[in-house]
């Protein structure tokens, strides 16, 4: 029989450890997508001739890297023996990954042709990991969320201070 305190399950035990998990896959999984925001924009505008704003895209795939970079250092510096506040970090972390993720697909997607873009697949795909990634009640806020950021593009682009750039 395992000592267990009242307050903590073996559910609430795993949490830290699941959590830096999630957020190690996030940042990984953000090298890729820096990368491949650049390599894409080379791709489209110098072998597909598309017309995209190659600057703006470039600026975006390297704010990627270096955000994520910042990301990949906070994230050495967060663990604590103090499993509350180990938890409490990691999942602050988490949040600014996410709210950076979605400020730069955001860009990115006003970049490619706002909410016509064929990039959107890329933002729900994020919100499916984070939704997967996430426990408890926080997948339902995040989904929640993206439906407002898309809604958010949505009108900015249909006024006339914020037109896509394609």
Partial sequence: MTNQNSETGPLEASLPRDSASNSARLIATRWAAGVMVLLATFFCVHALNLSLPETALYVVGIAILVYNSALWWLKRRTYTPDVTLYLR??????????????????????????????????????????????????????????????????????????????
């Avoid at 950076?100 to 795909?125: K, Q, R, Y």
């Avoid at 997967?132 to 997948?139: A, K």
């Fill in 89 to 166: 970090r990691i999942q602050r972390l988490v949040l600014l990954q996410v709210a950076l993720d979605w400020l730069s697909m955001a860009v990115f997607l006003h970049l490619t042709g706002g909410v016509t873009s064929p990039g959107i697949a890329f933002f729900f795909l994020h919100v499916l990991m984070v939704t997967i990634l996430l426990p408890g009640q926080s997948p339902y806020v995040y989904a929640g969320l993206a439906v407002g950021v898309v809604i958010g593009i949505t009108v900015l682009e249909g006024s006339a201070r914020c037109r896509t750039m394609r």
